[in-house]
């Protein structure tokens, strides 16, 4: 193996490892996007928002037509404090109802008591649902999953690998995701495309593509940066940056100098074109009241999609058109004292997603809401009966896209039935996906600007679905 793809695929590794915000960086194509970029005048954004740990969604959004609610209480209420049904539309912190657009056949639908900020948004046409979504390789039915007639998704129901396999297609151990798939075909939107993939949340697979390299920064946004870079040391003879750049003989020492120098100048350049938080920029968010408390506290997450808005306003000083952002909130690994742990969780998730809503409606002075479109993921789903206080890892579930490109008010795929033993029931109420995430990404990935074949690149399996529009945005 000669040195030059030896010393590529330690940078590969060495950069997908990096969780700082200094370390990452994508490779500068400049060069081969100066002149797309130079025509470009739109600037779409695509955030991931990932509920770590596996939601569960049946308490989520709740089919509440008598037949399903009396299915739902049947499996869920315990009748004592360990029951994590819910309580009606109506009661006392009761679900909270929604009238999609399309009906299905006689039936309705609720959110969850916390989720007020975004029953708002749906009712303003600017979130919409999407029922049973999950990996998938190919359409399956519940008798050839049963019967193992078909191939299915890798190590189902393994928090890791399912985590791997929704943001890149693959198990545990995958080194590209779709992300960063998108973020390569469309680099030449970018004058420069350093920023063009940012965490707030820490190394993300979804984020790496074959060209594209993730850039990492602290979830408040702060940049790390290293004191008196340009100061001398070793009594004035030597500037520090030429210390800690110095290359050294070997494909490591070479790697690492590339890797800290190229870190230097990003967050030199970030550092002059982000936008404040705060007076003058992007404001804070509110106040979190945790439901369980009554208390008040920051809602990190919020603060994720804050330091989200200050990287899209500081978009034109960056030569940014086309951008795929990840943050994350964690603890869904709800096993048991669900029903407080969840309704936390969602409450969090609320308040966030109402708080970036409105801060996109005039970012800095300029609305970028259909600009942007914000869709949640998670490890799975989880099942339908309880196990106590609790319930245990599923598949398929439903999930929220938000944004002013949404076509929302509206669930987008039929609802599952309520209950067990029928056409999506795997195991205690599991759920077989109706929809894969390909073609849930496919969609995404036409409004964000990919083309047809593109799409087919950035997602291997959407070859085997006919359907690759789910119809949630708006072209």
């Known amino acids: 193996m000669n040195d030059q793809i030896t ?25 081969v996007g100066n002149a797309a970029a130079a025509t470009a005048t739109d600037y779409k954004a695509l955030v991931c928002l990932f509920m770590t740990g596996g939601n569960d969604h049946y308490n989520t959004l709740l089919a509440t037509d008598p037949e399903s609610w009396r299915e739902y209480l049947r499996l869920r209420d315990t009748g004592d404090a360990r029951s994590i049904a819910l309580p009606a539309v109506g009661a006392a912190k009761g679900v909270l109802p ?31 649902a999407v029922a049973n979504v999950g990996p998938l390789i190919v359409p399956t039915t519940r008798a050839q999953y049963l019967g193992r007639a078909v191939p299915l998704p890798p190590k189902l129901f393994s928090h890791n690998d399912q985590q791997a396999v929704w943001q890149a297609s693959r198990p545990e151990g995958a080194r590209v995701g779709w992300g960063g798939r998108m973020a390569d075909m469309l680099r030449s939107s970018n004058g420069n495309s350093s920023f063009a993939c940012v965490s707030t949340t820490g190394n993300a697979v979804y984020l790496n593509g074959q060209y594209m390299r993730q850039y990492q920064i602290a979830a408040d946004g702060e940049l790390a940066s290293i004191d008196g870079l340009n100061g001398n040391v070793y009594a004035g003879t030597a500037p520090l940056r030429a210390i800690v750049t110095g290359r050294t003989a070997g494909v490591i020492g070479s790697a690492y100098a590339d890797i800290v120098d190229r870190a230097i100048d990003l967050e030199a350049t970030l550092s002059s074109a982000l936008v404040p938080g705060g007076a003058g920029g992007v404001p804070a968010p509110p106040p979190f009241i945790v439901p369980s408390t009554g208390s008040s506290s920051v809602n990190p997450l919020a603060l994720q999609l804050q330091t989200v808005a200050r990287m899209i306003a500081s978009r034109n000083k960056l030569g940014m058109k086309r951008q795929v952002f990840f943050v994350n909130l964690g603890s869904f690994d709800t096993h048991d004292n669900q029903k407080v742990r969840q309704a936390d969780l969602l409450a969090r998730l609320s308040h966030a997603l109402s708080y970036f809503d409105s801060v996109l409606g005039s970012l800095v002075g300029t609305d970028m809401r259909k600009q942007v ?103």
């Open 7 to 31: 010393r590529r695929r330690f940078l590969g590794g060495l950069l997908a490892a990096a969780g700082s915000s200094a370390a990452p960086f994508a490779l500068n194509l400049a060069a």
């Open 98 to 128: 929604i009238t999609p657009k399309t009906s299905q056949a006689g039936r309705s639908f609720a959110l969850h008591p916390q989720l007020t900020g975004l029953k708002a948004l749906f009712d303003a046409g600017r979130a919409a």
């Open 373 to 475: 479109t914000t869709f949640t993921a998670s490890d799975f789903g989880r099942a339908l009966t309880s196990n106590g206080d609790g319930t245990d890892h599923g598949w398929g579930s439903h999930h929220f896209v938000v944004g002013g490109a949404v076509a929302g008010r509206n669930i987008y795929g039929t609802m599952p039935e309520i209950g067990l033993g029928h056409a999506h029931d795997v195991s205690q109420g599991s759920l077989l996906p109706n929809y894969s995430v390909e073609q849930y990404g496919a969609t995404l990935a036409k409004w964000f600007g990919l083309s047809a074949s593109q799409t087919l690149e950035a997602f291997p399996n959407l070859v085997n679905f006919t359907q690759r529009d789910l119809g949630f945005m708006i072209a």
